[in-house]
């Protein structure tokens, strides 16, 4: 994770042969072609300015597209370690050298270094010691010359190649385990091949490197020269020579930019054929010998070196265009200058070749080449090897020679693997159809969606029209954009309807994608409406469509999992698993999927044993069906892992997941599941409370996730979000706010404005804010949140209900109790509409009801709702399920308000139970628990027991990782509490200032939180007689309300009434009365009229009266206290009990 350093920020501008002026750091063009980037660090910002400077710019452009300048070290630096190229190159003036230089060398992906300086002899000593300085040159143009081969060994080192470890018989491999750019540079060579390009494709191509290329004057001549003169030279002339195509072309293939490669399609496509046709000709000419050898020079990085070690025996591909020689002194002597590089291995390949037995494209192409002199053979694209021996050359550990021999026309291997890419790949679709279903596979869904709407404007066909509306209907769904997926989607089903002949196949998939949008937009009846369309046909007019059956009942689980229908989720999963049983043989990999559906609708039902059960089930289809280290059993083990978690049994949780780390920290998983798999176990640690370590797999995680996705792809936003929350809990909520920011601005960027992941982002900031003590922030964000759910959610979708409940929760912090309680029922109302009575989700509402009730004073009608919530929760989840041990708190909370502290005590005694028999002893939930009864004891009057239950609630706090300091403050506060009540007033004293400190370490100087631990103190010295020490404590409590809360929040009644209580004591009545008056008045406009709090204050303003002999007026304060106090508290309670000696006494003096 970077940091901000000191170092001064420049602007930066893309360097300019028209335009002199200078900044500190000018960069290159956005769009990035190069395989490197050159770098030159100028000693002089003047310089800068001057013509000979531009005419070295101008010599540099003639080699290279883009020169990066820098005159300020720290800022070079900084470029060159963010730079997302793997190869630098940089020039460097003599005056920064020496420093630089030992600063660099050891960075791997500055690979070559030239010194241009005014004295050679005065580097001579230190520039020895350094493997990377290729030279020290007193002129620009050797350096040109230099740069110009270093780039050619750039492009060499930068083909792609892809390694497939060896099999052991010829069945089906499973493409997960390939790499990508195995599998989509063989598709869309296939693809490239059968569309039939136009001039209006060479238009475009031509338009998009005039953008490209700026103002960089030679690469627009060359250019304008390709627009005029492409069909007067064939397509390896103009490959070979000494322009931009060469680089460009084999860059998109190596990094797979499929928006580049569309662009040069048509140039791929004409190279290709022409390789075809002189193989054919050289073939037919017998200008090859029935077997022969070519070589190839070029370094490997050390991680590809260790690939290709371990793939001896297996095949590698060339997924670019791929140049050899048939002189091995020219590859060898490449060889050798790559294996002087420390970051680099020199790989000599041997390359045996038999075109009788190979019908894969290769040619001869000295007479044809820009170079006519050379003798190199160019192999087309995705050129596919066996790998045979590995030897080190002379041994050399840093030089070795690889033996590889082109794969013939019956290599099973390969065989195997070409039909599988081609049936997973949309077989019956060609051309560009072809092509826009790769590019959604791949995730490219703008350039998908211009493919398609491409298609649909040149076709009259009403069958491709239905076809092309289905594809922008997945486009639009895979974007969030559900609406209009829905449209297109209803227009393919319309087309398709009026159509003749009528397929039944395509009616089923166009019901069951308007079934999947309305699934996405949360309207579920409506979804489920369509999937019974879809699954009516199959049935009736398909029945032995059994694939299709399968995908139709699965659609109808997941759309009765969004609607909290478990039962029925579960009866149509298990059909899938049915039909799987009676279709596949017993151990396919199929049925372990449907196991795993099943094992996550368990979790899910909160029925984890049994979650627990089907994912085992899955684990032992896939070890009897699959290799011991497949990512599959990967995928496995994480599951039992998840249940595991659910389960609270984190070390075993740990465990699978670890097993399926294993397997993925191999050289052939998958990138992205072994970042899922260090996701996962962050989250365990996270739900162990061992923060720090949650973070460091998070971490691994996103640095997997940074290298293989764009920084703007929504899974980097979503790891975000939980680096975010772990920040949050660790209660750095800046840091917490910083991470949620950041995922925003990925959905800024790759997300339309009202797509559904705004909300969810807005919701995380408005979290961070509400707990930084900042409700108004927080209910601006939760507006946004609403706002953006009201445009695109149905108005009875259940993330609708959140955000009311999200909303509900500010308003009960600011002490808006009746604003709350109306949001939570709108709430409640839209998931009575939209869920099943018993849905989990709808216990959570009664809560909220019921909490809000309850700090109203609302008793009677609290109780209801906390036991409907339970209740449900009693019905459907496990008996000791931890959202049980949260009602059973609730309940007890209530009573406790009450005064029934026995019924108070056995509830929280049942929540102790659960979380005892669920969590580990240390665990913060239980913390949460022994305070809770502590709370009950302390009510009771049974202070050594409270202090008892307070100090083990403290103990499990404090060896929390990193310390929690406000969950410490809480139990340091609770035990000075305590302290007070017992008399023991320095103890008290010293817990409640231990108290303070925690707080202000862990919240903002003007939370809440502060003020009412202010109050706390003032109590304290209120009772040891220290007035001026109380008055001072409660005013600054008094002051931090007035800055955090609204002006008629309930807690502003503390301070005025402890303040009141304090001149009382001083004997200053005339000063107390108007505080009590205060308190009284806030109490009135915020509480209902028999709340236990107002009766506090009529007693209070009576004792002032009582002071000062106005005893009739203190009779009548003491008989509203008194009446209020019936009417809400137990008939034992202490406070009636005060009131009536108060009461009492009085009625002596009159």
Request: proline letters at 4%; glycine letters at 4%; a negative charge.
């Amino acid at each position: 994770m970077q940091t901000v350093d000191q170092r001064k920020k420049s602007t930066s501008v893309t360097v300019s042969m028209e335009d002199p002026r200078t900044r500190s750091h000018r960069t290159m063009n956005p769009r990035i072609f190069q395989n490197f980037l050159l770098i030159w660090l100028n000693d002089s910002i003047g310089e800068i300015n001057n013509v000979d400077y531009q005419k070295s710019i101008e010599k540099l452009q003639q080699v290279v597209n883009n020169v990066n300048t820098f005159t300020d070290i720290d800022e070079c630096i900084d470029f060159v370690t963010d730079a997302e190229s793997e190869t630098v190159i940089m020039i460097i003036s003599s005056k920064f050298s020496q420093n630089i230089v030992s600063l660099i060398q050891n960075i791997s992906k500055v690979n070559f270094i030239y010194i241009l300086c005014d004295n050679k002899s005065s580097l001579e000593e230190w520039i020895e010691q350094s493997t990377k300085v290729n030279g020290v040159y007193m002129d620009i143009t050797p350096i040109c010359d230099a740069v110009k081969k270093a780039a050619h060994q750039c492009d060499q080192n930068a083909v792609s190649m892809s390694f497939i470890k060896p099999t052991d018989g010829v069945s089906k491999q499973n493409l997960d385990e390939l790499d990508q750019s195995f599998m989509y540079t063989q598709i869309i060579k296939e693809i490239l091949l059968t569309i039939d390009f136009k001039q209006e494709h060479i238009n475009e191509f031509l338009a998009y490197f005039r953008e490209h290329f700026g103002n960089n004057s030679p690469e627009l001549k060359t250019v304008d020269r390709i627009e005029n003169e492409y069909y007067s030279h064939r397509p390896i002339w103009w490959y070979t020579s000494s322009c931009f195509l060469y680089p460009k072309v084999n860059e998109a293939l190596r990094t797979m930019k499929v928006d580049r490669i569309i662009k040069m399609g048509f140039f791929i496509r004409d190279l290709h054929e022409h390789i075809i046709a002189l193989h054919s000709e050289q073939h037919a000419g017998h200008h090859f010998p029935e077997s022969f050898t070519v070589f190839r020079g070029q370094g490997l990085s050390h991680e590809d070196f260790n690939k290709l070690m371990k793939t001896k025996g297996g095949l590698m591909s060339f997924n670019n265009f791929l140049s050899t020689s048939s002189n091995r002194e020219i590859s060898y002597m490449l060889a050798c200058s790559n294996g002087d590089n420390p970051d680099l291995i020199g790989i000599l390949f041997k390359i045996t070749t038999d075109p009788s037995t190979s019908s894969a494209s290769f040619a001869n192409i000295r007479d044809h080449s820009f170079f006519e002199e050379e003798e190199e053979i160019l192999f087309s694209m995705h050129s596919v090897f066996r790998i045979g021996d590995i030897e080190k050359i002379d041994g050399n550990d840093r030089l070795w020679q690889v033996n590889l021999a082109l794969t013939d026309d019956n290599d099973p291997q390969l065989h195997v693997l070409t039909e599988s890419l081609r049936q997973e790949t949309f077989p019956h679709l060609t051309g560009w159809f072809r092509l826009g279903g790769i590019l959604i596979r791949l995730g490219q869904f703008n350039m998908a969606k211009d493919v398609f709407e491409t298609i649909l404007k040149q076709t009259t066909d009403d069958c491709e029209k239905a076809d092309i509306y289905s594809h922008l209907g997945r486009i639009k769904d895979n974007q969030g954009e559900y609406e209009e997926a829905l449209e297109f989607h209803k227009k393919s089903l319309e087309i398709s309807q009026n159509t003749l002949p009528l397929k039944d196949a395509d009616l089923a998939t166009s019901n069951n994608n308007i079934g999947l949008a309305y699934n996405h937009m949360g309207q579920y009846s409506e979804a489920l409406s369509y999937y019974n369309k879809a699954l009516e046909i199959l049935q009736n007019k398909l029945p032995h469509n059994f694939k299709s059956l399968a995908v139709s009942y699965n659609n109808m689980a997941g759309v009765s999992t969004n609607m909290g229908d478990y039962s029925k989720a579960l009866s149509f999963y298990e059909k899938v698993l049915d039909i799987r049983r009676n279709t596949l043989p017993p151990n396919h990999p199929d049925l372990a999927i449907s196991h795993n559906n099943i094992g996550d609708l368990y979790c899910k039902m909160g029925e984890y044993w049994n979650a627990l059960e089907s994912h085992e089930r899955a684990l032992e289809i896939l070890k009897k069906s699959l290799t011991l280290d497949h990512p599959d059993l990967a995928t496995s083990y994480n599951n039992i892992g998840a249940a595991n978690a659910y389960l609270g049994e984190y070390s075993r949780a740990l465990s699978f997941y670890k097993e399926g780390l294993e397997i993925l920290q191999k050289p052939f998983a998958n990138c992205s599941d072994l970042a899922t798999c260090y996701h996962n176990i962050g989250d365990v640690y996270s739900k162990m409370s061992e923060y720090s370590k949650a973070l460091s797999y998070y971490d691994k995680a996103l640095e997997i996730r940074q290298k293989t996705l764009s920084p703007h792809h929504p899974e980097l936003a979503m790891l975000y979000v939980k680096i975010g929350s772990v920040h949050s809990q660790m209660l750095e909520y800046s840091k917490s706010l910083s991470y949620y920011h950041k995922a925003l601005e990925i959905f800024q960027t790759t997300l339309p404005s009202n797509h559904p992941n705004f909300a969810i982002s807005y919701i995380n900031i408005g979290l961070a804010h509400d707990k930084m003590g900042e409700p108004s922030t927080a209910l601006s964000y939760y507006d946004r949140a609403l706002q953006i759910q009201q445009k695109t959610l149905s108005p009875n979708h259940p993330d609708l209900a959140n955000s009311y409940n999200n909303i509900g929760a500010i308003h009960t912090n600011l002490g808006e109790y009746s604003k709350a309680l109306s949001y939570y029922e709108k709430a409640h109302e839209i998931l009575e509409k939209s869920l099943p009575s018993n849905h989990p989700n709808l216990a959570i509402s009664y809560g909220n009801i019921a909490s809000t009730y309850s700090t109203l004073s609302e008793y009677s009608k609290a109780l209801p709702f906390h036991e409907k919530a339970l209740e449900i929760q009693e019905n459907t989840l496990t008996t000791n399920h931890e959202s049980l041990a949260i009602s059973n708190n609730n309940i007890g909370d209530l009573y406790s308000k009450m005064g029934e502290y026995a019924k108070s005590l056995s509830y929280y005694k049942k929540a102790h139970e659960i979380l005892e028999d669920t969590h580990p002893p240390d665990h913060p939930s239980l913390a949460t628990s022994y305070n809770n009864i502590g709370v009950v004891y302390a009510n009771l009057g049974e202070y050594s027991n409270a202090l008892s239950y307070f100090n083990t609630a403290l103990k499990i706090k404090q060896t929390a990782i990193p310390p929690n300091y406000l969950s410490m403050a809480m139990s340091y506060s609770s035990i000075g509490s305590m302290y007070n009540k017992k008399s023991e007033y320095s103890k008290a004293l010293s817990n409640h200032e231990t108290a303070f400190k925690h707080f202000q370490e862990a919240l903002p100087p003007n939370h809440p939180h502060l003020g009412t631990s202010c109050g706390n103190i003032g109590e304290v010295y209120d009772n040891i007689g220290e007035y001026s020490k109380a008055l001072e404590y409660h005013e600054k409590e008094l002051k931090i309300y007035e800055e955090i809360l609204p002006p008629n929040h309930p807690n502003w009644a503390f301070p005025y009434n402890n303040i009141g209580l304090v001149y009382n004591k001083m004997g200053e009545y005339s000063k107390a009365l108007p505080f009590h008056e205060k308190a009284i008045e806030i109490r009135r406009a915020t509480l209902p009229s028999n709340h236990p709090h107002l009766g506090t204050s009529y007693n209070n303003i009576g004792l002032v009266h009582d002071n000062m002999g106005e005893y009739s007026k203190a009779l009548s304060f003491y008989e509203r206290a008194l009446d209020i106090r019936q009417h809400s508290l137990p008939p034992d309670h202490p406070d009636l009990q005060d009131v009536r000696k108060n009461i009492d006494n009085l009625k002596k003096k009159l």
